[in-house]
Structure formats: C-alpha cells, structure tokens
Nanobody, 129 residues
Framework: QVQLVESGGGLVQAGGSLRLSCVVSGRTFSSDAMAMGWFRQAPGKEREFVAA????????VHADSVKGRFTISRENAENTVYLQLNSLKPEDTAVYYC????????????????????WGQGTQVTVSS
C-alpha cells in the first residue's frame, strides 16, 4: 500500500511563496519507478494538472498557467517530491494534490488525472489579493 501525505499549504499574500512537500511511504520511492505529479482543484472546478516529474527527476513539465513561477523537484533519498510556488496569484487558490504513478518506465512524465494510481489527501493554498 502506498500513502502520499502533502504539507506546506497555507494562506499567503499575492506575490508570496510557498513550498509544498509530498512524502511517499509504504514502498520504496525510487525502486518502484514512480513518476510523480501535482494537481490542484479550486471550488466548483475540475482537478487540473500543475506539474509532473519523471522517476529520475528529469524531464519535468509545468502547466502554462504556472510556468516560470512553480517548480517541481524530487529527492528520492527522502521519498519526497516538492512543488515550489513563487509569485503567487489569487487564481492559484486551490487544494493541491500529490499523485504517483506506479510502474512508470524510462524518462516519462504524466499529465492527466486518470494516469495516476495513488493520491494524497490534499493541502489548501489560499492566496489573498
């Protein structure tokens, strides 16, 4: 059984920064070759892709709406994936979810909800104007 636990969310003013963390437990993070992703869901909206990273750490991809402001990274030795959020805007307000895909191979990343096998419980990010 794989568990994902997010942390690092909170209330921040526009222009501020946060760093989200997602700790993976239950199976060895890198040996299971899991690609990872971050998604977000605002009230009344569908869950949307934010960023993804291959099992090796490269390549990565970011949604156009966050490109240049958010950065995904991972530390396999710590079983953790991160999302650095800079220059936050009110429209970034949402619950942010970490996701893992088992059995990924090669240097692939995944950008759709139904490609992922495991999800965290989410962490709230609220950006005030």
């Amino acid at each position: 059984q794989v568990q994902l636990v997010e942390s690092g969310g909170g209330l921040v003013q526009a222009g501020g920064s946060l760093r989200l963390s997602c700790v993976v437990s239950g199976r060895t993070f890198s040996s299971d070759a899991m690609a990872m992703g971050w998604f977000r869901q605002a009230p009344g909206k569908e869950r949307e892709f934010v960023a993804a990273i291959s099992r090796s750490g490269e390549p990565t991809v970011h949604a156009d709406s966050v490109k240049g402001r958010f950065t995904i990274s991972r530390e396999n030795a710590e079983n953790t994936v991160y999302l650095q959020l800079n220059s936050l805007k009110p429209e970034d307000t949402a619950v942010y979810y970490c996701a893992a895909k088992r059995g990924s191979s090669g240097n692939y990343y995944y950008t759709t909800v139904n490609q992922y096998d495991y999800w965290g419980q989410g962490t709230q990010v609220t950006v005030s104007s």
